[in-house]
């Protein structure tokens, strides 16, 4: 398998709204802090070896940079997800034409249920769907139907509660290996996948994100770094604090796929007057 092979992504740039982003601590974002991390993140995807497509703001719509949750990416297919919170839901007519260029097939949930793609963790053809604040049972119902489609395989589960996302809580860092929050593995739901426990007091730092040979972790888990770069993956620290304020992490900011089935990922990153560049 190759689950984490990348070549191509879709990011979008924050709004200004992005500082009345919905959250559940009290410290808002900086506008600008949130800009320079964006960058370093498009900059970090791109030295991974992706091509990316940097989308503009989306006024109104304050978490719009968080293009994972509307949409999902898999087997040449494009989803059009349902985001559970009624301010973000507009996101998914928003993200349709940038899925149009990349993509011929883009299949539409029905209008039951919702599911975020802060829920969805694929493992190469099984895909888990965490049951949420966001994400319901019709919902993630009516996505595993849609992945059938594709020959994949979903598994509704039941994360604890506790933080927003099924993948706020978790990341798969290879193609068997899943790196979870303690609270997270003790609930048993990641049946015949190996799991590392993310580190005690870095919770947040299980949302890592695997991006061909690298391993992107947020800078703010120097623990994480260490223990992930000790057990031989290519760690590379990307500042995410700011965002994190917004209860986002790393894969939040990208939808990702491997276009190029035939090549893997282009050497070379940085396509010169690529379409949406920053
Ligand atoms: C929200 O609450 O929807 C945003 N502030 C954060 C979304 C994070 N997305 C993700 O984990 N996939």
Known sequence: MNVHRFDRAIVRRPSRAVVDGLRSGSRAPDFERIVAEHQGYVGALREAGLSVDVLPALEGFADSLF??????????????????????????????????????????????????????????????????????????????????????????????????????ACSLIDDETIFATRRLIDAEIFAGMKVIPAVEGEELGANALRLNDVLLVGSGFPRTADLLAGLGYGVVTVDVTEVGKLDAGLSCMSLRWLADRGSGPKTTPREKGEKGSE
């Open 67 to 168: 293009v994972e949750d509307p949409a999902l990416v898999l087997g040449g297919c494009a989803f059009l997800l349902r985001p559970g919170a009624p301010s973000r839901l507009g996101e998914v007519d928003a993200i349709r034409p940038a899925l149009g260029r990349h993509f011929e097939r883009i299949v539409a949930l029905p209008p039951a249920g919702f599911v975020d793609g802060g829920d969805v963790l694929v493992a190469g053809k099984t895909v888990f769907i965490g049951l949420s604040a966001r994400t319901d049972q019709p919902g993630a119902t009516a996505l595993g139907m849609a992945l059938a489609e594709v020959g994949a395989g979903a598994i509704v589960v039941r994360p604890p509660s506790g933080q927003l996302h099924l993948k706020s």
